[in-house]
């Protein structure tokens, strides 16, 4: 189908896209970005990202040619994402262990199981990748655990941040050390063996 054939080709083009709500969120943490579907939850990003990581969200250096190719548009909508916003609110401030909204989880077979696997950590406790390459019946693809964490598209919520190295150390996070430790932290489960 040429999408930009006319008006009737602009319609169907406009007819297929996605419409996710968005909005910023300001969080202990710094400013997060969200976005959901009719579904659920597609992404909680952090502002400031690693070089190379994922984001949902378009390059503005590059808009116009990611619209012509994305199939999604962004509405910005703090009040359709207010119940996300309310348990995040109750995260932050201790109240909230577990969140109860709806994900629209977006990826591989391996990617999906990786990020229930995540999703089963307890508050306040935290596995190795090997740990999770385990859960998942993988035990050997531990690496392929840390790049499935690296792809994550709803950050705390999917809680790779409860992912530490087999020797009991912080390492990787999109948000970078300094942010996964204030999460660990928040939760309690940061030992002296994880602080240093």
């Not at 969200?57 to 994402?81: D, H, T, Y």
């Amino acid at each position: 189908m040429l999408w930009w054939s006319g008006p009737r080709g602009l319609r169907n083009w406009i007819d297929s896209m996605e419409t996710l709500y968005s909005t910023m969120f300001t969080s202990p943490i710094g400013p997060l970005f969200l976005a959901a579907s009719e579904h659920g939850l597609v992404a909680l990003e952090f502002d400031a990202r690693s070089p190379g990581q994922q984001s949902i969200r378009p390059n503005p250096r590059n808009l116009r040619e990611e619209q012509e190719r994305s199939r999604v548009a962004f509405e910005l909508s703090e009040s359709g994402l207010r119940p996300y916003l309310r348990e995040l609110d109750e995260y932050f401030s201790g109240q909230r262990r577990r969140f109860t909204f709806p994900l629209d989880l977006r990826g591989t077979d391996f990617q999906l199981a990786c990020w229930r696997a995540l999703q089963a950590i307890p508050y306040g406790e935290t596995r190795t990748y090997a740990d999770i390459a385990r859960a998942v019946g993988k035990p050997n693809a531990f690496r392929a655990v840390g790049m499935a964490n690296n792809r994550n598209p709803i950050a705390i919520v999917v809680p790779c941040h409860r992912v530490i190295a087999s020797d009991g150390t912080l390492c990787g996070y999109g948000g970078g050390l300094d942010l996964k430790r204030r999460l660990l932290e928040l939760e309690g489960a940061l030992t002296g063996t994880l602080a240093a």
